[in-house]
């Protein structure tokens, strides 16, 4: 069965203490707030470089990896990866990038999958 990556955004400790004062927040998390709120193809691209690969999802399909993704009890589809801020993948969520076995980018938006 096809093996799917997800990226998501992990924050680090350290880029959750340096967002400080509302009227200076950094670029990166504005770039970051985009692809959560009304994310869209060119947001997200621009915000990949705060992605972190976070899991493996073994599927059959995109929608077969949203709901596994969704699914506490479907855990032994995921194979959960190490990233730099040390917390596991959450659920699928709007603005996460799924990239399929033959490496086409997709991301989680309000009605399924956008195409990167």
């Not at 967002?19 to 692809?35: A, E, F, L, M, R």
């Not at 990949?48 to 009890?73: M, Q, R």
């Not at 033959?102 to 956008?114: L, R, S, W």
């Amino acid at each position: 069965m096809p093996v799917y990556r997800v990226y998501q955004v992990k924050l680090t400790q350290e880029q959750s203490e340096s967002i400080g004062d509302q009227n200076n927040v950094p670029q990166w998390y504005k770039d970051y707030i985009d692809t959560t709120i009304y994310p869209n193809a060119e947001k997200v691209n621009k915000a990949f470089y705060l992605y972190s690969h976070v899991g493996n999802v073994t599927a059959k399909s995109l929608d077969e990896v949203y709901h596994i993704g969704n699914d506490p009890c479907v855990n032994e589809n995921i194979e959960y990866v190490t990233n730099p801020s040390g917390r596991n993948m959450h659920n699928l969520t709007v603005g996460d990038v799924v990239i399929d076995p033959e490496g086409n980018k997709y991301f989680v938006n309000f009605t399924g999958f956008g195409e990167l």
